[in-house]
C-alpha cells in the first residue's frame, strides 16, 4: 500500500513535469517526420518509416527516464521533504521502489501513446499493423524500464547532472559492450583477457532488448530469445533497485 501511494504521487509528478511534454513532443514530431522521409527518399519507405519511429520510441523514452529519474530521489533530498517522508512509518526500500514504480508508470503511458502514433503512421502506409513491431516496442520498454532503475540509482547519491551522465554513459556502454565480446575473440589467455571477460560478464547488454533490425528488415526474430531477454532485463533491474536500496539506506540526510 505504501509503495503503490508513493508511486501515485510519483506519477502525478511526473505529469507536470514540462520536460517530460516537451520529449514527447520531438518523439511524435519524429515519428510524423518518419513519412515525410519515407516520400522524400528512394528506397523501402515502410522500411525507413519502421527504422526512424522505432528509434524516436526507443531515444526519447531513454531521455524520458533518464531526465526524469536522475531527479527523483534529489528533488526529495534538496526540498528537505526527505525528512517528512521517512518520519513517516515509511521504509526506505519501500521509497525507491515507489518512486522506480512511479516513474515506471508514466513511461509506459509515455511509450504507449508514442507507440499510438507510430502504429498509426504505419497503418496509414500499408492498412495493417504488424505483431513484430509490437514485440519491438515491448522490449524497447524492458529497457526503458532497465535504464529507470540506472536512474534511481545514481540519483539516490548523486546530483542530477552527474547522474543524467553516468546513466547515459551506461545507456552507451550497454549498446556497444558486444565489441568487447569481438576483443575477447583476439585476446592470448592471461590477466588481460580475464580482466576484459570480467567486464564483458558486468557491464549490461542493451542489445538484448534490440529487435529493430529483424523487424524494419522482415527478418525471423528466434522465438528461443524471448525468455532469456526478458529474464535478463528483470534479472538485471532487480539487481540495479537491490544496489539503489542497499546505497540509500546507508545515507545519512543529517
Do not use: Q
Not at 211 to 237: M, Q
Amino acid at each position: 500500500m505504501r509503495i503503490g501511494a508513493i508511486a501515485g504521487i510519483t506519477f502525478k509528478e511526473a505529469k507536470r513535469d514540462r520536460v517530460l511534454y516537451l520529449l514527447f513532443f520531438f518523439a511524435a514530431l519524429g515519428i510524423l517526420a518518419s513519412r515525410v522521409l519515407a516520400i522524400l527518399t528512394v528506397g523501402d519507405r515502410l522500411k525507413i518509416i519502421k527504422d526512424v519511429g522505432l528509434a524516436s520510441i526507443a531515444v526519447f523514452g531513454v531521455l524520458m527516464a533518464i531526465l526524469i529519474g536522475t531527479g527523483l530521489v534529489y528533488k526529495e533530498i534538496d526540498k528537505k521533504t526527505i525528512f517528512t517522508l521517512l518520519a513517516k512509518p515509511i521504509r526506505r526500500a519501500e521509497f525507491i521502489l515507489g518512486k522506480f514504480l512511479g516513474l515506471v508508470l508514466t513511461l509506459f503511458v509515455m511509450t504507449a501513446a508514442m507507440t499510438a502514433i507510430f502504429l498509426a503512421i504505419v497503418f496509414a502506409h500499408t492498412l495493417e499493423v504488424e505483431g513484430a513491431l509490437l514485440v519491438a516496442v515491448a522490449y524497447i520498454f524492458l529497457e526503458l524500464v532497465l535504464v529507470t532503475a540506472v536512474a534511481v540509482l545514481f540519483s539516490s547519491f548523486s546530483t542530477p547532472i552527474l547522474s543524467s551522465l553516468f546513466a547515459l554513459a551506461f545507456y552507451l556502454i550497454g549498446h556497444l559492450s558486444w565489441g568487447l565480446k569481438l576483443i575477447l575473440a583476439k585476446m592470448a589467455p592471461g590477466p588481460g583477457r580475464a580482466l576484459v571477460r570480467a567486464l564483458y560478464t558486468v557491464l549490461p547488454d542493451l542489445e538484448n532488448f534490440n529487435f529493430k533490425t529483424e523487424v524494419v528488415h522482415g527478418l525471423p526474430i528466434p522465438p528461443g530469445i524471448y525468455l532469456p531477454s526478458l529474464l535478463y532485463g528483470l534479472c538485471y533491474t532487480a539487481f540495479i533497485l537491490g544496489l539503489a536500496i542497499l546505497i540509500f539506506r546507508r545515507r545519512d540526510f543529517i
